[in-house]
């Protein structure tokens, strides 16, 4: 496996389910996000891990629980979600994550949800 | 807060065309801007960063630009393919220390 992968590719749950999305990356990045692209919105960064810890948590609702083990792995945890969850997750990773530069970032596939 | 704006939305060419998209950012502090492109319903594929120090990069028939004074990137593409047919993304990495993405332009080359 090279790069970033995401697993599942896609994902129906209903709204009382608990779902975990996966991702894992094979280029030895300290960096790793979570994105929401929705239909006809631009791609909104969700999380940010830096050496396992969280830095950036863009005001995501609770229901969507980020878990980083390691540097190479990125989970997203989903639990009581609603129809207006579906979208593409998209996870990604770079080097690293600093206030003085920043690194060239590399996308999964992306996970495809739809809630019903 | 950081903007990104691409226009045009949507763009179609016949093929060998050259063509270019535009990016604006509202963030004069920017550290970078990345290119990306994206198939329909999959993953972004990166294709060109520049860094705030540079001007422009080039990979193959692909060029970026940079003008951080006018907040203003473009993409060039030359002799345009039918397999160039995806959307194009432009981020900006700017003072809030994250990737702000532009919605976009949908680019279709015509056999």
């Known amino acids: 496996e090279t790069g970033v992968t995401q697993t599942p590719r896609h994902l129906v749950m209903g709204m009382t389910n608990k779902k975990s999305l996966k991702c894992e990356q094979h280029?030895?990045?300290?960096?790793m996000y979570w994105y929401k692209q929705s239909a006809k919105k631009p791609l909104e960064l969700m999380f940010v891990y830096n050496f396992k810890e969280q830095t950036e948590n863009n005001s995501v609702p609770s229901r969507f629980s980020p878990e980083c083990p390691n540097s190479s792995h990125l989970f997203l945890h989903l639990h009581t979600l609603q129809p207006e969850d579906s979208a593409l997750y998209l996870c990604?990773?770079?080097?690293?994550?600093?206030?003085?530069?920043?690194?060239?970032?590399?996308f999964g596939p992306g996970t495809r949800l739809t809630v019903t | 807060k950081q903007e990104v704006t691409q226009i045009p939305a949507a763009l179609s060419v016949p093929e060998g065309e050259n063509l270019v998209l535009n990016c604006s950012f509202t963030?004069?502090?920017?550290?970078?801007l990345q290119w990306f492109r994206q198939d329909p319903g999959k993953g972004l594929t990166s294709l060109l960063l520049?860094?705030?120090?540079?001007r422009e990069q080039t990979s193959g028939r692909l060029n970026a630009s940079l003008d951080k004074s006018s907040g203003r990137s473009t993409l060039y593409i030359a002799a345009s393919q039918p397999g160039d047919s995806a959307t194009y993304l432009c981020?900006?990495?700017?003072?809030?220390?994250?990737?702000?993405f532009g919605s976009g332009t949908q680019l279709t080359v015509l056999p």
């Open positions: 280029l030895g990045h300290n960096a």
């Open positions: 520049i860094q705030s120090s540079q």
């Open positions: 990604a990773s770079s080097q690293t994550q600093t206030s003085a530069s920043s690194y060239e970032q590399y």
């Open positions: 981020a900006g990495w700017g003072s809030a220390r994250q990737l702000t």
């Open positions: 963030d004069s502090a920017i550290y970078n």
